[in-house]
Nanobody, 122 residues
Framework: VQLQASGGGLVQPGGSLRLSCAASGFSSDNYAIGWFRQAPGKVREEVSCISGNDGSTFYADSVKGRFTISSDNAKNTVYLQMNSLKPEDTAVYYC????????????????WGQGTQVTVSS
């Protein structure tokens, strides 16, 4: 499984960004793609995930109501729309793949893309 994350950048507080994760190399319908992030000096934390089979979504409390995860199955791409961004959202964002649906447990994600930097600053 290969994952390619993109879309990061510099944005002002209150602004928006959309991250993309292009996935390839799998054939199962039972999977999840998740987004995780790691801020400087902090441990990596879960953000959101979407299940491949039924499109169910899950969010960390810190991003509920501000971030929206979606997928384009025809393109095998998952998006993370991030609105109302805050300085504390600054981190490297990673997408990852698991064959376990509906989970944000990092240890169950065995395939990871390279990170994309998101910086929220005025």
């Amino acid at each position: 499984v290969q994952l390619q994350a993109s879309g990061g950048g510099l944005v002002q507080p209150g602004g928006s960004l959309r991250l993309s994760c292009a996935a390839s190399g799998f054939s199962s319908d039972n999977y999840a793609i998740g987004w995780f992030r790691q801020a400087p000096g902090k441990v990596r934390e879960e953000v959101s995930c979407i299940s491949g089979n039924d499109g169910s979504t899950f969010y960390a409390d810190s991003v509920k109501g501000r971030f929206t995860i979606s997928s384009d199955n025809a393109k095998n791409t998952v998006y993370l729309q991030m609105n109302s961004l805050k300085p504390e959202d600054t981190a490297v964002y990673y997408c990852a793949f698991t064959l376990v649906e509906g989970t944000l447990l990092e240890g169950l994600y065995h395939y990871w893309g390279q990170g994309t930097q998101v910086t929220v600053s005025s």
